[in-house]
């Protein structure tokens, strides 16, 4: 049986308009599991977007959560590193000022050094001189007082004296006091405070004036402070010892 145009037309729009009516003739021509499987998946997929934005929102959540804990670690850190770097700036500033400190301290310290050395050498100067003229006095004193005993010591012995000499150089050695006999070189060291190795000395300058004079050479010690030691060691080796 065919249908008229109008009544195509009112069953269409029924079926656009009832759904009922729709499902009806779903089952009528066997599509009713088919809209039934559609309407299960329908259910399915709306309870899946309904998880998957529950499930978006719960992570959006704790991206929030973690985003504002991620903030406030970014803060702290921030905070550390300025509190940090303000205080790297104190310390480089302390650590400029201690090192101008130490600076102008060397520098005053060096100075004075300086200072000191320049003023001692220039004492040591004045001392040496000091010295030099003592020493060239005391040995003029001593040198007189040898003699003195030296003369009553030769004319005990029945000697004559040829020369007598101060400063004498013989074969480029200094000899304080030389005195010439008829016999006899008398070689005189004078010390004010004589040491066991002016002896050895006094005793080396004898042999070259014995090999120079050809002649019995008699050493003599003189000083003002000789001691026991030095003056036993000088008599043991044949050295006349005057002392003042």
Known sequence: MSL????????????????????????????????????????????YVEKSEKRWRQN?????ENEKR???????WKKFLEDYEKRWQENER???????RWEAWYKAWREFLEDYKRR?????RRFSRI?????????????????????EEIKARGELVIRRVRSAKVDNVDVD?????????????????PRVEDVGALLAKAEVVRGAL?????????????GDDVEKYARGKGVLVFSY
């Open 120 to 124: 001692w050498e220039d004492a040591n």
């Open 4 to 47: 008229s145009a109008e009544e195509k037309r009112r069953f269409l729009k029924a079926l656009e308009e009832d759904q009922e009516f729709r499902y009806a003739v779903a089952g009528l021509l066997g599509l009713g599991e088919v809209l039934n499987e559609l309407r299960r998946l329908r259910e399915d997929f709306n309870k």
């Open 214 to 226: 050809s002649k019995e050479v008699v050493p003599v010690l003189t000083g003002a402070w000789i």
């Open 177 to 193: 006091l030389l005195v010439e006999t008829d016999r006899r070189v008398y070689v005189v060291e004078v010390k004010i405070r």
């Open 70 to 76: 991620w903030k406030e670690w970014f803060d702290t």
């Open 94 to 100: 302390r650590w400029e000022e201690e090192r101008k």
């Open 131 to 151: 010295e030099e003229a003592l020493g060239a006095v005391a040995e003029s004193q001593y040198t007189r007082y040898v003699w003195e005993d030296l003369r």
């Open 60 to 64: 959006e959540r704790r991206w929030r």
